[in-house]
């Protein structure tokens, strides 16, 4: 009994490989957006080990192409060679051949190699009009596509190797596809990039019964944006890959498709040259977030609070000298109560977190601030008109600091309470930078309070209690992140609000 590819029981078309292992032979673009350099990112992209044999150099951008340079065709044999002597090449994907002599060289190796799956991008002009094959090498061209099981040519590429005109229409293109098809005993893609309209259909057809009709058709919307280069190297690359993964061409286009079309929309942010930009292959990749990313999003979320902050009458009369005695003392005592609560919550911090060092630092800050609590008390607040009632701000904002604390999340948690270093830490500076700027005066009402700002160990504890939380988010997940920032908001303008209390309820 012979073993087939076909299992009764599930509908296998063909062996599959998680991993296929693909090879482009293929130009090289140094601009990146299409030939190899298209070709090994879409493969990466669509879950194949890429490979590449480069046939042709060009010289080359978004704007055009400015040269082509063909190597001898013995180093490109025996490129191919080592290839296939050493590794089994699942698919193969055949863009820009450049010349003759090409072309009768890769033909000689997929007859000795016979890869399973061969796709044929029949590249002869770039997106810019350039020439990527010699006028003389279109009969060699031609003779080479009954080798590829599927052709993937643009309208003017379908067109030339007919011998006929330009489709301009999608029935027409159809049919030139099914005429195609038939001299070449294989499957062709026709693509509809080329034509006007707000559709771009694409289709597969073949007229020896392979696919589950003559012509399948796959609907697509057009995207408007200039960054098509690439986009033919890009699709026959992924095709290769696709099929060797899922074992049949329909099955292929229809995750293909869809790939491309998002990497056509989300084209704009690579933001690549002044011509036909590239597409974004790896669109569909959530990128790691980097060290200090997150310290950065935090830092631009606080930017308005901050101004706030400068802007409140609390902090430009403490800064003057203006402030009121009365606001002052508010203050003072508002703060001392505040201490006590954030001291229970660094001291949760310091009970989540996942290490010794981080422990310590958050026990360190948790005992620091009932040090500073009752410097408050014996300092600054024993000769001073104070209620010490709980003030509605001091409340709410240490009510949301334990709310974070209970939600379970040392990240979250860490968001919360960073606030209180950073912002703190910032106007607190500013204050002192201000003092100093103005004289330094022991005659300011405030001098005392104000000298002690410059603290540089608070400056280096804010620094570190930043790069935890940074690392905490980058270990968080999506949501735990949208939930950080959120907390980290909410904190800042409990900070302004900290500081405006004074004027509202002092
Ligand atoms: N503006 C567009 N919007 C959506 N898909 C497009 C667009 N331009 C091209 N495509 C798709 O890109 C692939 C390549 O098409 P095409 O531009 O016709 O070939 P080539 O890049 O070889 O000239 C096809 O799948 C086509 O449908
Ligand atoms: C090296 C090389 N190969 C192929 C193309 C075609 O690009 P497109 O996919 O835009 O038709 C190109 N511009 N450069």
């Not at 104070?386 to 939600?407: M, N, R």
Request: charged share 20%.
């Amino acid at each position: 009994m012979t073993v087939s590819a076909q299992s009764a029981v599930y509908p296998l078309k063909a062996v599959r490989r998680p991993i296929p292992r693909v090879l482009s032979i293929a130009g090289s673009d140094p601009s990146g957006g299409a030939g190899i350099q298209a070709d090994l990112k879409s493969i990466a992209a669509n879950g194949g080990y890429g490979m590449a044999v480069i046939t042709a150099l060009t010289v080359q951008n978004t704007q055009g192409v400015t040269a082509v340079h063909v190597p001898p065709v013995e180093f490109l044999r025996q490129q191919l060679d080592a290839i296939s002597d050493d590794i089994t090449v699942d698919a193969v994907k055949i863009g820009m051949l450049g010349d003759a002599a090409v072309i009768h060289e890769v033909r000689r190796w997929l007859g000795e190699a016979r890869p399973a799956v061969v796709v044929l991008d029949p590249v002869m002009i770039a997106t810019s009009g350039d020439r990527l094959l010699a006028e003389s090498a279109e009969t060699a061209l031609r003779e080479l596509l009954p080798l590829a099981d599927l052709v993937t040519p643009n309208l003017p590429e379908l067109a030339m190797l007919l011998g006929e005109p330009e489709a301009t229409d999608w029935a027409s293109a159809l049919e030139q596809g099914k005429r195609l098809a038939a001299a070449c005993g294989n499957t062709v893609l026709v693509k509809g990039g080329h034509l006007q309209g707000a559709g771009c259909p694409d289709a597969l057809v073949n007229t020896g019964g392979v696919l589950s009709q003559d012509v399948v058709e796959f609907a697509g919307r057009r995207v408007e944006t200039r960054n098509s280069h690439g986009t033919g190297c890009s699709l026959s690359s992924a095709m290769a890959t696709a099929k060797a993964r899922l074992g049949d061409w329909e099955s292929a286009l229809r995750v293909v498709k869809p790939w491309l079309q998002e990497a056509l929309i989300q084209s704009e942010v690579l933001e690549v040259g002044k011509g036909n930009g590239p597409i974004h292959h790896f669109h569909a990749l959530r990128h790691a977030l980097q060290p200090g990313d997150f310290a950065v999003r935090m830092w631009d979320a606080a930017q308005t609070e901050l101004a706030a902050i400068y802007g409140l009458d609390f902090i430009q009369h403490l800064q003057s000298g203006g402030l009121s005695e009365a606001q002052f003392s508010y203050y003072l005592s508002q703060d001392a109560i505040y201490l006590n609560g954030y001291s229970r919550v660094l001291a949760r911090a310091s009970a989540l977190a996942p290490n010794e060092t981080e422990q310590l630092f958050w026990a360190r800050g948790s005992q620091m601030c009932l040090e500073v609590e009752s410097e408050l008390h014996r300092n600054w607040l024993s000769g001073r008109q104070v209620s010490g009632e709980l003030g509605p701000v001091t409340k709410a904002y240490v009510d949301h600091l334990l709310a974070a604390s209970a939600s379970g999340s040392y990240a979250v948690l860490l968001a919360a309470v960073l606030p209180c270093y950073w912002l703190y830490a910032e106007v607190g500076q500013q204050l002192h930078h201000g003092y100093l700027q103005a004289g330094a005066s022991d005659e300011h009402p405030y001098a005392d309070w104000l000298r002690t700002y410059a603290d540089e160990a608070f400056a280096e504890a804010t620094r570190k209690a930043i790069d935890i939380t940074d690392a905490a988010a980058q270990a968080a997940s999506p949501a735990e992140r949208a939930a950080m920032m959120e907390a980290f908001a909410q904190s800042c303008r409990y900070e302004t609000a900290f500081f405006d209390a004074p004027r509202l309820h002092g």
